[in-house]
């Protein structure tokens, strides 16, 4: 599916990839699993089992831009990663650009489409807070520690 997106009045043609796991070639595969190898390993330093057994139910978004892999996401389904529906695995490879809101988005579609999401939890890392809170999210729980990196969990409710 190509997305235009508009940023700072210049049109950019995005391509937003959804796929199952069953529906994803190797390459994409392996696409996935290197970009958020290389932001939630590499960059952020932290040493963790990115590959919980959980990629397999879950319906896997990602937008590319020419060719390049600028923004990851994917949907738990509920009883999965957690009790309820959840996204998790959110990466942008290219900050501050606005990618990052678009998977968010687009993320909260595909909850809705495949699994009827009317409540989506997630666990985000404390700092990006505000960045949850501007596609709809709100806390609802104290800060705790995952993988040596403050969390907290937040919920959003379709109205």
Not at 53 to 82: F, N, Y
Not at 104 to 112: E, K, N, V
Request: aromatic residues 10%.
């Amino acid at each position: 599916m190509q997305v235009n997106y508009y940023r700072m009045g210049i049109e950019q043609q995005l391509v937003l990839h959804k796929k199952s796991f069953k529906e994803l070639t190797v390459d994409e595969l392996y696409e996935l699993l290197r970009v958020r190898s290389e932001v939630f390993v590499v960059e952020q330093n932290c040493a963790y089992q990115d590959m919980d057994g959980d990629d397999q139910e879950s319906i896997h978004l990602w937008l590319t831009s020419e060719g390049k892999t600028i923004a990851v996401a994917r949907v738990c389904p509920a009883g999965t990663h957690m009790q309820e529906i959840s996204i998790g695995r959110v990466v942008t490879t290219e900050r501050g650009k606005g990618y990052g809101k678009q998977i968010m988005l687009h993320a909260i579609d595909a909850a809705i489409e495949y699994f009827g999401a009317k409540r989506i939890d997630i666990e985000a890392q404390e700092y990006a807070k505000g960045f949850y809170e501007s596609v709809g999210f709100e806390q609802s729980s104290d800060t705790f520690m995952l993988d040596g990196i403050p969390h907290i969990k937040m919920t959003w409710t379709k109205e």
